[in-house]
């Protein structure tokens, strides 16, 4: 038998986003579902440089055990005028008070919760396939208006 293979993570980039106000659909049977616009924001990092492109969204539901089922579809132009889609699916979670300050629009430390995704990617052949072929992990931040993404390719 061989020993495990431990991943790696490799910083890929920072993304920051503008948000729009949360649009609400309403309690369903999974749980209190709303729409959380995403707006333009620069992405930087040692692999990949850009802009988010507005017009995304993440179709949030928060289930009664009070976990925030993130499922956000959006794109990134590169600095050299590529367009990626991304797709990023997580939860997000901490201890109701803090859970609460996130929902009154307040700025919270993001140690203070649980906020993990996995961004998939669909990038066009050439430069950027790299993408493709990998699987990533991301760290966030939701802040008032706006939100903070940190990504790593495992490597």
Known sequence: MS??????????????????????IGDTPDGARRIIPIFSGPVEGPHIRGTLIGQGAD?????????????ATYAMQTDDG????????????????????????????????????????IAPAGKYDWLNRSVFVCAGARYALSIKLWVWRVT
């Open 82 to 121: 590529v367009v990626i889609q991304i797709r990023n699916r997580g939860l997000r979670h901490g201890p109701p008070e803090v859970m609460q300050r996130l929902g009154r629009g307040e700025d919270v430390d993001p140690a203070d919760y649980y906020f993990r995704t996995i961004p998939e990617f």
């Open 3 to 24: 020993e495990p293979i431990m991943p790696g993570l490799e910083f890929v980039y920072e993304a920051g986003g503008a948000l729009g106000e949360p649009i609400a």
């Open 59 to 71: 179709w949030q539901v928060t289930r009664a055990d009070g976990v925030t089922v993130a499922d």
